[in-house]
């Protein structure tokens, strides 16, 4: 079999010759050599020609994207086909209100990005208008990882400790007594009575915040079988009508009290 072989024009060097066909635009030279053998005389002819460059060039596909939501695994969310140079379009991205440079990464955070795609001319074809888009990052839903739970706590006379903290993915949890204003702290309470505790996951920048939702919990009223009951000083008959006065103790609660004997 003959050896084919190419080198452009420009070259004169005859190690520039390789087996592998051009593709760009661009004059060359085309080598065949033939080895000698017992039947014939070995023989090399070369051949001069030319690949002109392509006068047309348009997006076969247009291009267009394929939103989707934080945590997905999308690699290529842009499509796209050009009649030549698909290979050679470059896609960028830019985070829509943010400052800086675009870039070729596909983005993985939250948020809305405006697209550029864009095909440079070369020596072999026309390039082509570049085309604008945008591409949304939904984001994803937060959740309750624990739901937090009724802390038993026992009247004490002081603020007490109402639930067990809860957990979350994808944000911070927070509480609230009335629906309407929440915090991160944990609730307290003071009276021994029932009470309900909201709870909702407030989503960080790639998470929603999730829907409330409560638990009832109870202060238990503690007993006075273990109150310590003190009176004051001693007194001594005087004919007249006399103030003492009781100091009840129970936890961390001092009541006292003044009395006429």
């Not at 009176?231 to 006429?260: A, F, H, P, R, W």
Request: glycine share 8%; with cysteine.
């Amino acid at each position: 079999f003959p050896k084919i072989e190419y080198k452009l024009q420009s070259e004169s060097a005859d190690n520039a010759y390789t087996t592998n066909a051009p593709k760009d635009a661009g004059s060359y030279t085309v080598r065949v050599t033939m080895s000698e053998n017992q039947n014939y005389k070995g023989a090399s002819a070369t051949k001069d020609f030319t690949i002109s460059k392509a006068t047309d060039n348009a997006w076969q596909t247009e291009p267009s994207v394929t939103n989707f939501t934080y945590g997905d695994t999308e690699t290529n969310p842009v499509t796209y086909e050009a009649k030549y140079g698909n290979g050679n379009v470059v896609v960028t991205y830019k985070k829509q209100g943010t400052e800086g440079t675009s870039s070729t990464t596909v983005p993985t955070e939250a948020g809305t990005y405006d697209v550029t795609v864009s095909l440079a001319e070369t020596a072999s074809y026309p390039g082509l208008p570049d085309v604008s888009l945008t591409l949304t990052i939904a984001k994803a839903e937060s959740s309750v990882t624990k739901a937090p739970e009724d802390a038993k706590s026992l009247y004490n006379g002081g603020n007490v400790q109402l639930i067990t903290e809860g957990t979350a993915n994808g944000g911070t949890m927070q509480y609230s007594l009335n629906n309407a204003d929440w915090s991160d702290s944990v609730p307290t309470g003071k009276d021994a009575k029932t009470y309900t505790v909201y709870y909702k996951v407030v989503g960080d920048s790639n998470h929603t915040d999730s829907v409330p939702a409560s638990v009832s919990v109870t202060i238990a009223p503690r007993s006075i079988a273990d109150a310590s009951v003190t009176l004051g000083e001693s007194l001594t008959y005087n004919g007249s009508s006399q103030t003492q006065t009781v100091t009840v103790k129970l936890g961390e609660v001092d009541i006292t009290s003044s009395c006429n004997v």
